[in-house]
């Protein structure tokens, strides 16, 4: 008879349980709000990661085909055409042809390369700025979200002493919930912003590797346009390179003979390998 007694009570007996949809239950909407705002923002952030992932990886590839194709062209009007349309590489070549034509219709006396420079810089800052489009809401994610997530933390912990306040003692059950919601905004908004950090600095790094790319192929066009298709840069391909250095390897080595006198009379020969 006892132990269904016993049995009973234990039954009877109120079951706390603890866990994430708990603790935000009992945050109510505030603790809601700040989790959207935080999954949002770490949706934001992937979506740009990838994003810009992606066009970085298209303009590096297409850099291939300049070096390979657009120079091996006999003008700058026809490497254009061998460019993928709506490109960096086919903007800054259609910018710089458009300036050249522009400039023969000025009244006015100016440089040819102060003007054709200034364009083309110019068509290097739209696609700089075009390519840095978003990382700018990385950095404020970056910097942002562990302080979201401890403002989570200070209303979780400041409900948690209200509970105490009201109960008048600092049970498990009254403080477990509010603390547990504080703990697991702090760990969220870490987790937001970490990636962010490394999105931002690693796509700024690919950026600058793409503008120096730009810089050059930039240089190299205004000088052939200056020197009407004179001055082209070196192509090397992966096949061409390999076959230089076969070339090398294989190539056989000379040999030169000197002869000096000594002081008794007699000579010495050195052989020199080159």
């Not at 049995?7 to 989790?35: K, R, V, Y």
């Not at 346009?225 to 070339?247: C, E, R």
Request: proline letters at 3%; charged letters at 15%.
């Amino acid at each position: 008879m006892i132990t269904n007694i016993l049995a009973a009570g234990a039954e009877a007996a109120p079951q706390n349980s603890f866990g994430f949809m708990e603790a935000m239950n009992q945050g109510g909407l505030i603790a809601w709000s700040i989790f959207g705002l935080l999954v949002i923002m770490s949706v934001g952030s992937f979506y740009i990661l990838f994003t810009k992932l992606f066009e970085q990886r298209k303009v590096m590839s297409q850099y291939k085909d300049v070096r390979t194709s657009f120079w091996k062209a006999n003008s700058i009007r026809d490497g254009r055409t061998k460019l993928e349309k709506n490109s960096a590489w086919r903007q800054i070549v259609d910018d710089a042809i458009v300036a050249e034509e522009q400039h023969s219709k000025m009244t006015d006396k100016m440089e040819a390369h102060d003007w054709m420079h200034g364009s083309i810089a110019r068509s290097e800052d739209t696609i700089n700025a075009k390519l840095a489009g978003g990382l700018p809401f990385l950095a404020t994610v970056g910097a942002t979200a562990p302080f979201v997530g401890l403002l989570g933390t200070v209303i979780g912990i400041y409900r948690a002493l209200i509970n105490i306040g009201i109960a008048g003692s600092a049970s498990i059950d009254k403080v477990a919930g509010p603390v547990g919601e504080a703990l697991i905004m702090t760990a969220i908004g870490l987790l937001v912003a970490v990636p962010a950090v490394f999105a931002y600095n690693w796509l700024q790094s690919r950026n600058r590797r793409i503008a120096e790319m730009l810089n050059a192929f930039s240089t190299d066009l205004l000088a052939n346009i200056n020197s009407n298709g004179a001055v082209k840069p070196a192509v090397m391909t992966s096949t061409s390179t390999q076959a230089a250095g076969k070339a090398a390897r294989t190539t056989p080595q000379t040999t030169k003979t000197a002869t000096t006198g000594t002081a008794t009379g007699g000579t010495t020969t050195t052989t020199v390998k080159k």
